[in-house]
């Protein structure tokens, strides 16, 4: 699936960047990186898989500093990257973060910033048009300030945000929405989707919430929406879109779209396929990005499907990969029951009469940069 942006870029450009992914993929070439500033947000959200308070990231390893980000960026860049996501849980609670993505803009990277959006001011808005990303993402959690005290614990979160989002547009500055869906902000969905489209802005939603990784804690698996309940009334739905059949393959990052050709920082330094996995790994900044690289593609060779996902009937209806098994069950290679009965019941929801029984699609498939 394209992002909001891409489509908004036009298909010139979208098909100019699928290619540049493609012939990437095939050299093995690090086209597309995310550096992962900082665990800390000043949202406290009950399903974030990655937040740390301070206190939490001390026994783990530490933020790094601008000037090593900058450094790292370098080999980056020598190495490749065009591609950069600047992200955190918030990145703008950084004190340094104009240090370091003015820095990252200078040295030619066409930049993504993932935020929440309330840390965008005025001031704010204005620096970011004297260099603008070449996408900029706000992630919303509800469509009121009550659903937003409910889910983070801040108490005029919608209204910041949405002067946040006027400010943006305001000075043009490439901007989508995203809208992660659980228990507490379901009922706000129709109201954000209004809001979007008031604003003539796209977006794209999830209620995927996987449970927590790198030393985080959070309510993941009590927040979850109930996804019977969600199917029920998409098929009622016509504006829904049926999903279909993903390529089943024998090649555990198939559906990757980082596969050979993208890499995840995490906070604390660690190299890995995705914010999903923290297994396998490398040290970038101890070891140089090219080693780091080099070594991280050796060992995500070696990765192999469950043996249960061989035969599954299921499996055609199954976006699993090695990070979302990372994230349920701390290996790449071990599926879980939630994962499993999710694919099951979308098979049942959405698969044709007599089609369980028909041979599954084969081959890969890719998502965009």
């Known amino acids: 699936m394209s992002t909001p942006a891409e489509k908004t870029a036009g298909p010139a450009w979208f098909c100019y960047a699928q290619d540049l992914k493609k012939q990437a993929q095939t050299a093995q070439s690090p086209i597309i990186a995310t550096f992962e500033l900082t665990p800390r947000c000043n949202f406290a959200c009950s399903m974030c898989y990655v937040r740390l308070s301070p206190q939490q990231m001390k026994p783990i390893g530490r933020e790094h500093t601008a000037a090593e980000w900058i450094e790292l960026a370098k080999q980056t860049a020598e190495a490749g990257t065009l591609f950069l996501l600047l992200t955190g849980v918030e990145p703008f609670v950084r004190p340094d973060f104009r240090e370091i993505y003015e820095a990252l803009s200078e040295l030619g990277f066409l930049l993504t910033i993932y935020s929440n959006g309330y840390l965008i001011d005025r001031n704010t808005a204005g620096w970011l ?7 900029l993402r706000i ?3 509800g469509a009121t300030n009550e659903t937003y005290q409910r889910v983070c614990g801040c108490p005029d979160g919608f209204t910041r945000v949405a002067q946040a989002i006027s400010l943006l547009q305001q ?25 979007a489209a008031e604003r ?9 919430i996987v449970k927590p990784v ?7 698996e009590q927040v979850r929406i109930d996804l019977n309940k969600q199917l029920q009334n998409d098929l009622h739905d016509r504006t ?26 995490t906070w604390d330094g660690k190299m890995s396929l995705c914010s999903f996995m923290e297994t396998p790994h490398t040290r970038p900044f101890e070891e140089g990005l090219p080693a780091a690289w080099e070594q991280l593609q050796a060992r995500l060779s070696s990765l192999r499907k469950p043996a249960a996902c061989a035969s599954c009937e299921d499996a055609a209806f199954c976006a699993s990969c090695p990070g979302m ?29 007599g089609e369980r029984d028909a041979e599954p699609v084969r081959g890969g498939a890719t998502t965009d940069v």
């Open 325 to 353: 098994f990372c994230a349920e069950t701390g290996r790449p290679d071990q599926t879980s029951p939630a994962i499993c009965e999710r694919a099951a019941l979308l098979h049942r929801h959405y698969a044709p009469s």
């Open 129 to 135: 048009a004297e260099r603008p990303p070449l996408k």
């Open 139 to 141: 992630t919303m959690y």
């Open 214 to 220: 790198r030393g985080a804690s959070s309510r993941a």
């Open 240 to 265: 829904k879109r049926i999903p279909g059949f993903v390529g089943v393959s024998d090649d555990p990052l198939a559906h990757c779209g980082s596969n050979r050709c993208g890499y995840w920082i």
């Open 171 to 195: 000075r043009r500055i490439p901007l989508s929405l995203s809208y992660t869906m659980i228990r507490e902000n379901q009922q706000d969905f129709p109201l954000f989707q209004q809001f």
């Open 200 to 208: 003539g802005l796209s977006y794209i939603y999830t209620s995927n």
